[in-house]
């Protein structure tokens, strides 16, 4: 059974100046970053996460990954394909 903990919202400026938001939930050793909706969670991308690393320095990770590819278009250690997307009864 995967276990799923829903992290927040991360929000940065893009390239064109305008703000790309982002959901961060944590499964499986990854930190997936995506868009809920009204049926549940679009996966649009993950990071591994560090075991030799606390949660906190791998979520800085993971947003300094985000903002990098926000402006760059993708990031060696991120995976930016869309990965699954979960549908929730009663949504998030």
Do not use: R
């Not at 959901?23 to 996966?43: A, H, P, R, S, W």
Request: with cysteine; hydrophobic share 40%; charged share 25%.
């Amino acid at each position: 059974m995967k276990v799923q903990e829903y992290i927040g919202i991360v929000e940065f400026p893009n390239s064109n100046n305008d703000l790309d938001t982002w959901d961060i939930i944590k499964e499986d050793g990854k930190l997936f970053y995506g868009t809920g909706c009204n049926v549940g969670f679009i996966k649009h991308g993950y990071m591994l996460i560090d075991p030799d690393f606390d949660i906190d320095d791998n979520l800085t990770e993971l947003l300094n990954n985000l903002e990098a590819m926000a402006v760059t278009g993708s990031v060696d250690n991120l995976s930016n394909e869309l990965v699954e997307i979960i549908t929730y009864e009663g949504g998030l």
